[in-house]
């Protein structure tokens, strides 16, 4: 007779939860809670990291290996965090964007040196981006405008040091620009500024950082190919740069070299910044979009522009949404289409530029409203425990301490936030184990105990 608490192994395919989504120049990537990580797209660099070049249009597609714990798809290469704090690279690399030390191509994914505290990663056009746990900034790839924030416009090939600062919480990076947060609410920038893509009152370029106009009270930044995104504590959204596709959500296609609010409302909690449009989601899970449409990227059933914000839809379940990374080649700017996560985080929504296979609807024709099934072709075989792996946390809400309690002998701990931004990873050697909390915002929170392929994830509360 089998004891209800032993393990239960068994195989078969089931929908899952995702903790990230991002959207590259002509390709997606997504991330499971099971820590395997899915792409489809065009693949002609190997950004799809499937160890191949053969372009998915179809059913999306799993990468081999799993662990992983957060995804971010640049314009033609992906970077990418192991539960291990290891970093990962792979796609085109022509400008030493993968960090390696070298500028060969990966088709599949491979380790960027050999440290394990990184927390934070950022894929841009040609340049990349990532911070540790000690709170440095770390710059590599193209940097041709200055966007490394080196004070050179040369390329750097392996992950560099910005400065000595060690408060660094945030970073973006754009076409030719770059974006960081400070834990302070500074809000800093670097590389290319002929739009005034860098906010400091200016079109001058800068090599180093320079601050961002306006009161220290940043919370989020976003970068667009060349116009910059912010959402401030007060839950305001402000915007500056080129706006000649209405990128910017202020009503006209006025260029800004300040940020200028998008709106009057003050109930935003997330940003997205694509290649020429923009997305809000409020308090109340709406999402709002404005700018570039021209083949449905904004997902509101028409390819009109749209110069002020406006509502997607009517739904009011969204998680978060990921704007497709803008690239320059042949006087164009490239990547249109939008990836967005709905409800109990099962359901993965696209709109926008399909010509590629984007979409993996199993069509290449462009459509204009969020096409909410695609969630569907991801699938995974997973190994299971009955009756073993249910995990409960008291209080909740919380302020300081949570109890978790589940059937692991052991477990990695991941308590990500709601935009997929991870706060703690750590092993659990007990089965009833108390977690401070306290420095975590407020918010709501996913709690992820992974032993093996068996994952366990609940959501929590933290409140002041």
């Not at 004891?3 to 395919?13: C, E, G, K, T, Y």
């Not at 500024?193 to 919370?219: C, H, I, K, R, Y």
């Not at 706006?243 to 070299?257: D, R, V, Y």
């Not at 969020?370 to 425990?385: A, K, M, N, Q």
Request: with cysteine.
């Amino acid at each position: 007779m089998c004891n209800p608490l032993d393990v239960i192994a068994i195989q078969f395919s089931i929908a899952q939860n995702y903790t990230k989504i991002s959207a590259g120049t002509d390709y997606t990537v997504a991330l499971g809670t099971d820590g395997i990580l899915w792409s489809w797209g065009f693949n002609a660099n190997g950004q799809l990291g499937l160890n191949s070049t053969t372009q998915v249009t179809t059913t999306p597609q799993a990468l081999e290996g799993d662990g992983w714990a957060d995804i971010e798809a640049g314009a033609f290469h992906c970077l990418a965090l192991k539960t291990d704090g290891t970093l990962w690279a792979w796609g085109l690399n022509a400008q030493g964007q993968l960090g390696l030390g070298n500028f060969n191509q990966q088709n599949a994914p491979v380790q960027v040196g050999s440290d394990t505290d990184w927390i934070q990663i950022e894929a841009g056009q040609g340049h990349s981006a990532a911070i540790k746990n000690d709170g440095t900034l770390w710059v590599w790839g193209f940097n041709f405008n200055g966007q490394l924030g080196l004070n050179s416009t040369e390329n750097v090939n392996e992950p560099t040091l910005l400065n000595d600062d060690t408060d660094w919480i945030d970073v973006t990076t754009g076409g030719g620009h770059t974006l960081a947060l400070k834990e302070n609410g500074e809000l800093w920038s670097w590389g290319a500024n002929f739009t005034g893509q860098l906010g400091d009152n200016s079109t001058v370029s800068s090599m180093v950082p320079v601050m961002v106009e306006g009161d220290a009270n940043w919370q989020d930044v976003e970068a667009g190919f060349e116009f910059s995104l912010a959402l401030k504590e007060d839950g305001t959204i402000w915007s500056w740069g080129f706006n000649a596709n209405g990128q910017l959500g202020i009503g006209n296609n006025t260029q800004q070299i300040t940020p200028t609010q998008i709106g009057s409302e003050n109930n935003y909690r997330f940003i997205a910044a694509g290649s020429a449009y923009g997305f809000a989601i409020t308090s109340e899970n709406e999402l709002f979009g404005w700018g570039s449409n021209i083949v449905g990227e904004l997902g509101i059933g028409n390819t009109e522009q749209q110069v002020s914000i406006i509502q997607v839809g009517t739904d009011s379940d969204w998680n978060t949404v990921a704007a497709a990374e803008g690239a320059f080649a042949n006087n164009l700017v490239f990547g249109q289409h939008t990836i967005g996560l709905k409800g109990d985080q099962k359901t993965v929504c696209l709109t926008g530029a399909n010509f590629v296979g984007q979409i993996g609807n199993g069509g290449t024709m462009n459509i204009s409203t969020f096409d909410c099934s695609i969630g569907d072709g991801l699938v995974s075989v997973e190994e299971i425990v009955t009756n073993k792996f249910d995990v409960t946390i008291s209080p909740n809400p919380a302020s300081e301490l949570i109890t978790i309690n589940h059937g692991f002998n052991k477990a990695i701990l991941s308590i990500s936030d709601m935009v997929g931004q991870i706060w703690l990873k750590q092993l659990l050697e007990n089965r009833s184990q108390t977690l401070d909390i306290s420095e975590l915002p407020k918010g709501m929170y996913w709690l992820s105990l992974q032993q093996g392929r068996n994952v366990s994830t609940s959501r929590f509360i933290k409140i002041d």
